[in-house]
């Protein structure tokens, strides 16, 4: 049997959280980190920091202060691409592949828009660019592409889809994140591609289940109004392989943390 474990965390700036990132790795060695929010040029990734701890095998697609993602692998990266959404220019996605015994698994890395404050198109340009991005994908995930391959989409999707992935699912319906309108379309995205929603794969849908604790909150672990926002989705040809999912909620409560926690996946093969 070959394990592999891939984790996704939104990091909030590589740069800033870097002592983060190392203690991560070191204490929990998943094979490949997604990252996302790296905020920072592709110049400026501490690729050495990262090779130091045993990550040889590095993808980035970087842009200054904002966005940004990367891949960071124990194993080697191939085919490596980056696509534009929307003709922004915004450093969004990444992709690359790697091998397990005789199988190329394609991995995505995505950070989704957030969408602004103001969950109406007409007057947030902010929202109606995650609204568009969203249908992008959604063509995208049904292009010839991705057809028959091994593929796992990971990464901020800044989305929480149903009931039990807030707080308070009635409080929430007209916040960003929960609208019916973003999650009508991630639902479709997740329905047309015959994707595997790890995370519930292990969570049944009436169980509560965040991977993101806003700032705002004085003593964020007592109030506990969390979001699903990160995710891993599945081909439903790597169904058989899914092992296990481990949320570190404790990572939270670190020093200087992201509102993110690193969220991972074990595949078995």
């Not at 929202?127 to 990464?155: P, Q, Y």
């Not at 509560?208 to 003593?219: C, E, G, H, I």
């Not at 058989?240 to 999912?245: F, K, Y």
Request: hydrophobic share 40%; charged share 25%.
């Amino acid at each position: 049997m070959v394990r592999l474990k891939i984790t996704t965390w939104n990091i909030n700036s590589v740069r800033l959280r870097m002592p983060l990132v190392a203690n991560f790795l070191a204490a929990n060695a998943p094979d490949v980190l997604c990252l996302q929010e790296t905020k920072c040029r592709d110049a400026e990734f501490p690729l050495s920091e990262i090779r130091k701890l045993g990550y040889e095998h590095i993808a980035i697609n970087g842009q200054k202060g904002y966005h940004g993602v990367a891949i960071v692998s124990r194993v080697p990266l191939e085919d490596v691409d980056r696509k534009g959404f929307c003709d922004m220019g915004d450093a969004r996605h990444i992709a690359a592949s790697v091998r397990v015994n005789d199988r190329s698994i394609r991995l995505h890395n995505f950070y989704i828009p957030a969408g602004g404050d103001e969950a109406k198109p007409e007057i947030n340009p902010k929202f109606a660019h995650k609204l568009s991005f969203l249908d992008e994908m959604h063509e995208w995930t049904r292009s010839d592409e991705l057809a028959g391959r091994d593929t796992i989409l990971v990464g901020d999707f800044n989305i929480a889809p149903y009931e039990h992935d807030v707080w308070s699912h009635k409080s929430l319906l007209s916040v960003v994140s929960h609208t019916p309108v973003e999650t009508d379309k991630l639902k479709l995205i997740l329905k047309d591609g015959d994707w595997v929603d790890a995370l519930r794969h292990f969570t049944p849908a009436d169980e509560k289940l965040y991977t993101w604790w806003s700032y705002r909150a004085a003593d964020w672990a007592k109030a506990n109004k969390g979001r699903r926002l990160d995710h891993i989705w599945t081909s439903a040809s790597l169904g058989s392989t899914l092992s296990s999912i481990d949320i570190l909620r404790e990572a939270r409560g670190w020093e200087r943390p992201s509102d993110h926690v690193p969220v991972s996946l074990t595949l078995d093969f």
